[in-house]
């Protein structure tokens, strides 16, 4: 193993390229429903919007799997959907059904919208407020939602199983999407840049529904925005990580990792990670993979899945983590076992 650097945040240092024993981790949706401090937080100051959108709180919510486990990394507190609040759509989150952007871009353009970027500051200051706190040895994650998967959500007004909607705008009106692309990646380049400058220190950028589109389509409305912005943020901020998330990639992950400048890829549970080891670029940090629902059964079961990623992963740079965000109903007991396993 190569001599460790002066870099006294594991987690940072592997998304810099160093390999590190154990690796690093931190959990997608770590700060969340499944800690009874944030059901109670939660239940004390209402809605998720409201918590997002409260510095006090979403400090406290990102701090608290911090205070509870100690993980190398902390997550902003927050949600992919501020970019288009803040570009003028209404958002407004339904319980038990998740959220809704009105009006919808179907049938309308950005031009129709009154854009309100004062709705960001408040996430700002969460940043401030939890740089304050975190421990020298943690890592700080800012995050936004690729253009691809926001634009998903501003076409259609809420998630979907295939995405069919902005599919069919994005073939039948090729123009208007890349306009609202164009514009998410103007939009995302400044407000992660803010974060960069209020206090994270690498960023990851959420493509959810990136394994709706067809090879071509990936190339154009993932690939090409994600390289613009990863170009824009490394010119801003030299040395700043940038983590590119494209879930459901699968076998379009390798150009992926080559063509858009992403300093660390995130894998997510049905990758085989001894087949990413062997196709993505050499040295190139890797972070993930293990199944949600392992971490939920937990016990040998587990226990063989953290082992495997980490074989698979022994010879690269690694930060563990899950293949997408931990289950409401995962146990306690189950997120100290996977960091006693890790840990030793």
């Known amino acids: 193993m190569a001599a460790l650097s002066a870099e006294t945040r594991p987690l940072l240092a592997v998304l810099r390229g160093e390999r590190r024993d154990p690796p690093p981790v931190w959990l997608m949706r770590q ?23 409260d510095s006090d709180a979403a400090c406290e919510i990102t701090m608290q799997p911090i ?50 970027p004062e709705l960001l500051e408040p996430i700002y200051g969460t940043i401030r407020k939890v740089r304050e706190q975190l421990p020298a040895t943690t890592t700080f994650l800012g995050f936004a939602g690729s253009p691809w ?11 979907s199983k295939e995405q069919a909607e902005t599919r069919r705008m994005a073939y039948r009106d090729p123009a208007a999407f890349q306009a609202i692309i164009d514009a998410l990646v103007d939009a995302t380049a400044d407000y992660l840049s803010r974060q960069v400058e209020a206090g994270v220190d690498a960023v990851q950028l959420f493509d959810s529904w990136s394994g709706s589109l067809a090879p071509r389509e990936f190339e154009r409305w993932v690939v090409a925005p994600t390289a613009e912005l990863a170009k824009r943020l490394h010119a801003r901020h030299p040395g700043t990580p940038i983590i590119g998330f494209p879930k459901g990639a699968g076998g379009k992950l390798p150009a992926y990792a080559r063509e858009t400048g992403v300093d660390a890829v995130g894998l997510d549970e049905t990758v085989d990670p001894v087949w990413a080891d062997a196709s ?16 939920i059964t937990g016990g040998a079961r587990l226990d063989e899945a953290i082992d495997a990623i980490r074989g698979a992963f022994a010879e690269r740079p690694h930060v563990f983590n899950l293949g997408h965000g931990i289950q ?15 840990r030793g």
Not at 84 to 103: I, K, T, V, Y
């Open 67 to 116: 205070r509870r486990f100690g993980f190398d990394g902390a997550i902003l507190f927050s949600d992919i959907l501020v970019i288009p609040h803040a570009l003028g759509q209404d958002l407004r989150f339904e319980a038990g059904e998740g959220p809704r952007l009105s009006p919808t871009l179907v049938d309308r353009t950005l031009d129709s919208l009154t854009p309100a």
């Open 328 to 342: 409401l109903d995962t146990p306690i007991a189950h997120v100290e076992q996977l960091l006693g396993r890790l």
């Open 280 to 295: 993505l670029p050499e040295g190139l940090p890797v972070q993930g993979n293990l199944d949600p629902l392992a971490l």
């Open 31 to 53: 700060a969340g429903r499944y800690l009874p401090e944030y059901r109670a937080l939660r239940a004390s100051k209402g809605g998720f919007l409201e918590l997002a959108y």
């Open 149 to 159: 998967t926001v634009a998903t959500y501003m076409v259609a007004g809420q998630g």
